[in-house]
C-alpha cells in the first residue's frame, strides 16, 4: 500500500448488512456480473466483520481493522496507526501518524469524501454525524437512505459529481456506505410486498440492483487515474437462523462477510 497511496485514487464501498453466504451464492449463478468480473478468480473472500453493527464496524474499519480473513493468523493490514507492538503492521501496510484511516490519508494530501447510506451517517443528529464528521466533505440525503427504492442510483449520481468537481491532480478517497441491502428491501424484488416483509431472496435482489449500477461508480472513481478499490460488507444479517433475526448479534450469518480488493482503470 506504501506504493498505491499517492499514486492511486482511493475507494472504499460498503455492501452494509450484504451477507457473505448471499454474495458467494450469487457470484457463483452469474447473477452479479459487474461485480464478479473485479473479484479475483470471480468469489468473494471470505472475512470476519469487526463488528456486528454498523456503527461499531465503521469505526473500527476507519480505524484501520478491515474485515479479517476467516483462517488462522496474524494477517498483515493495508492500513494501520502506528501503534507500537501491532503484530498486523508489515512492511506494505501504510502506515499513519493520525488516529484514524481517513485523516491519515488527508495529511498525505487526499481530499476525503464521505457518501452516506443508513442512518448512521445522515447527519441529522450528534450520533449520525460522527461517521461521515471524521471526512473532510460529506454527504447524505433521504434518497440515500434505506427507505429509498433507488437510493444506490442517487449515491452513484452524488459519486460523479463530486470526481467531477475536482481539479486533476487532487487526490480521492472516497467512500460509499450503501444502504440497498439493508432492511427494508423487498421493494426491490419483483411481487414481494411490504406485508411479507424482508426476506434473504429480497435481499438477494437487493444486491442484484447494486450490481446493475456498480460499474458507474467504479468508472467514475477511475476516472481521472487508476484507482485501488475495496468492496466489502460491514456485517450480515439473520432472516430467522436459529430463531434469530437482524444483526448486532453474535450469529455466524452476522460476523462472516464478503470482501475484496482490486486495481480498476478507466479502461475496464
Not at 468473494?44 to 493468523?73: K, N
Not at 488516529?99 to 448512521?120: E, K, N, Q, W
Not at 447527519?123 to 429509498?148: A, I, N
Not at 426491490?188 to 438477494?204: F, K, N, P, S
Request: glycine content about 10%; some cysteine.
Amino acid at each position: 500500500m506504501n506504493e498505491v497511496v499517492g499514486s492511486h485514487d482511493l475507494l472504499l464501498v460498503t455492501l452494509d448488512t450484504l451477507r457473505h453466504d448471499v454474495a458467494q451464492e450469487l457470484a457463483a449463478a452469474g447473477r452479479i456480473p459487474n461485480l464478479a468480473r473485479h473479484l479475483p478468480g470471480g468469489a468473494w473472500e471470505r472475512r470476519h466483520a469487526p463488528g456486528s453493527f454498523t456503527y461499531a464496524s465503521h469505526q473500527a474499519m476507519f480505524a484501520g481493522f478491515l474485515p479479517t480473513p476467516a483462517a488462522p493468523g496474524p494477517h498483515p493490514r493495508l492500513f494501520a496507526a502506528r501503534f507500537a507492538g501491532s503484530e498486523t503492521t508489515a512492511s506494505g501496510t501504510f502506515v499513519y501518524d493520525t488516529p484514524d484511516l481517513v485523516s491519515g490519508l488527508a495529511a498525505v494530501g487526499y481530499r476525503t469524501v464521505c457518501i452516506g447510506g443508513v442512518g448512521f451517517f445522515n447527519k441529522r443528529g450528534p450520533l449520525g454525524s460522527v461517521l461521515p464528521g471524521m471526512f473532510q466533505e460529506s454527504h447524505w440525503e433521504p434518497e440515500f437512505g434505506v427507505t429509498s427504492p433507488m437510493s444506490f442510483e442517487a449515491q452513484v449520481a452524488c459519486a460523479e459529481k463530486v470526481v467531477a468537481g475536482l481539479p486533476p491532480e487532487q487526490r480521492l478517497f472516497l467512500f460509499v456506505n450503501v444502504s440497498a441491502l439493508h432492511q427494508p428491501n423487498w421493494f426491490h424484488l419483483d411481487g414481494a410486498t411490504r406485508e411479507a416483509g424482508d426476506t434473504r431472496a429480497t435481499h438477494a435482489a437487493a444486491l442484484e440492483y447494486v450490481d446493475r449500477h456498480i460499474g458507474r461508480l467504479l468508472a467514475a472513481a477511475a476516472g481521472r487515474r487508476p484507482c485501488f478499490a475495496i468492496v466489502c460488507s460491514d456485517h450480515g444479517t439473520a432472516y430467522g437462523e436459529d430463531g434469530y433475526s437482524g444483526h448486532r448479534i453474535g450469529h455466524e450469518v452476522v460476523w462472516t462477510v464478503p470482501y475484496a480488493h482490486f486495481f480498476v482503470d478507466e479502461a475496464r
